[in-house]
């Protein structure tokens, strides 16, 4: 079968340089997660501080917890999810809406099923830059319909962040990104261009494609694949079955990182400081103090 080519102007295709299995785990309350970056062989890439594809069926979730210092995307791949904060924010995520939330100064959320059966999706952690760590929290969220999305020789792309196929997704990245959800037909063959100087990774949701040379094994879902220089991705889907993966980039942040678990700061005095601020809730945490979600309370807990 002759593949067929997009558009796309790739001179250095990047190779990929690593790549992990994401096997599960135990994450939140009775949650599996498999978490490709922020395990222990991939600690950080900058400024990725963590990839999660979790799966979630009731009555496990994620109750109440604290995020400092960091932007969290959450795009859901089946079933839904109903999040809500203590600012009262709150909503109900379905299969392939997408949730951008800066957490900037603090935030306390939950995150639970909403719907019986299993709720699958993916959730990336991005680093704030110094300047942006302790700005007022904000959301961007899209339906899936409102999500752009092009089709071309092949390929499908639905544009969350960044630009593909001549098309730009309106979301507005503090750190700049691009977060790209391909699925390739059999034979067909995508070259997409990366900014020279941003890191980028592929994580493999469903079916096998080759990536970055031509001859190159076959990847599988649950893979990430971290890319090296260059200048774009090539992949090609050389098997009988569609192709689906994202492709993420990210310009690196360049700073000191210290992290304790949801909280990610430059200094570990920033970090104690943000321990005490939530302590006592004080300097963003203060609507902590007297917040349950509504899924705490519904467990007594």
Request: no cysteine.
């Amino acid at each position: 079968m002759p593949l067929r080519e997009n558009s796309g102007f790739v001179s250095e295709p990047r190779p990929v340089v690593r790549k992990f299995l994401a096997w599960p785990q135990h994450e939140g309350l009775g949650a599996i997660v498999r978490r490709s970056i922020g395990r222990f062989e991939l600690k950080y890439f900058d400024p990725f501080l963590i990839l999660d594809e979790f799966s979630v069926t009731a009555p496990a979730g994620f109750l109440d917890h604290a995020h400092r210092g960091f932007e969290t995307v959450t795009y859901m791949l089946q079933g839904s999810m109903t999040h809500e904060d203590f600012e009262g924010h709150k909503g109900t995520m379905h299969a392939g809406d997408l949730q951008w939330m800066t957490a900037g100064r603090g935030i306390v959320h939950s995150e639970m099923p909403a719907a019986q059966g299993t709720q699958k999706g993916l959730q990336l952690w991005i680093n704030l830059s110094s300047e942006h760590k302790m700005i007022e929290p904000r959301y961007q969220e899209m339906r899936s319909k409102d999500i752009k999305e092009v089709s071309k020789d092949g390929i499908k792309v639905r544009v969350i962040a960044g630009e593909a196929l001549g098309t730009k997704s309106p979301i507005y990245t503090r750190t700049p990104t691009m977060y790209l959800d391909f699925t390739l037909k059999p034979g067909a063959h995508l070259q997409q261009p990366i900014p020279m100087s941003w890191n980028a990774f592929v994580y493999v949701i469903e079916g096998e494609g080759v990536f970055g040379i031509s001859k190159s094994l076959p990847m599988t879902a649950h893979h990430l694949l971290l890319l090296g220089s260059g200048d774009g991705l090539e992949a090609w889907n050389k098997s009988s079955k569609p192709l689906t993966f994202i492709l993420v980039g990210g310009e690196p942040l360049g700073e000191p990182l210290a992290q304790w678990g949801p909280f990610v700061m430059n200094t570990e005095e920033q970090i104690d400081q943000t321990v005490e601020d939530f302590d006592n809730y004080t300097n963003g945490f203060e609507k902590a103090r007297h917040w349950r979600s509504e899924a705490a309370i519904s467990l007594g807990l």
